[in-house]
């Protein structure tokens, strides 16, 4: 449909017509409605079809065929003038259609589907960075424990192993004084 306006004296001079056409298909129409019920009153008072009113029944068929041609005819340059008119008013829609990338609109609605796309892309790495650093701190936290803990462990060790150097000496000393005196002592406690 083109785009162009529609020709105001067209649609003026079409519309003005439009009650003159309206008056002259309703008289079609009543007169092929009233001829045809005259048949179909006769028919019916006849008792049913005869030769004639057969012929005058085809006669009328056809008659009624010319009727609806000339009825779409007279209406035929008014339904064009509303398609056009309805087809403008269209074209005039689609021309600011969003959805449409060939419109201002759409490529407006595209820049922003671009962006957005962008911002997405954007929080994702932005998510993606914040993951890996709290990845990083994690296995530095897990390193720092282990680290102590491994200290710790060798730490105790290491003071056991000191204090049994230090304690064994001692206790053997201890413990042979302490027998040695037992023994001295025994007959007393029995």
């Known amino acids: 449909m083109s785009n ?36 179909l009153d006769t028919i019916e008072g006849n008792g049913g079809m005869t030769d004639e009113l057969d012929k ?17 005819s007279r209406r035929k340059p008014i339904t ?43 929080e994702q790495a932005r998510k993606r960075e914040q993951a890996r650093l709290a990845q990083i701190e994690n296995e530095k936290a897990a390193y720092r424990n282990d680290l102590e803990n491994g200290l710790l462990t060798h730490f105790n060790q290491y003071l056991n192993a000191k204090k049994a150097e230090v304690t064994s000496p001692v206790q053997r000393h201890f413990f042979i004084h302490i027998r040695a005196g037992y023994k001295c002592f025994a007959p007393v406690f029995q």
């Not at 001079?13 to 009233?34: P, T």
């Open 56 to 72: 005058s029944v085809a006669e009328y068929l056809k008659k009624a065929k010319v009727t609806i041609e000339n009825l779409g």
């Open 80 to 122: 064009q003038v509303f398609d056009q008119i309805r087809g403008f008013f269209i074209t005039q829609e689609k021309s600011i259609d969003p959805k449409d990338f060939n419109t201002v609109p759409g490529r407006l609605s595209q820049k922003r589907d671009e962006y957005a796309k962008f911002k997405y892309e954007q």
């Open 4 to 39: 162009e306006l529609i020709k105001i004296n067209e649609v003026t001079f079409v519309l003005q017509s439009f009650g003159e056409i309206v008056q002259q298909n309703n008289a079609s129409l009543e007169k092929c409605n009233q001829y045809g019920q005259t048949l």
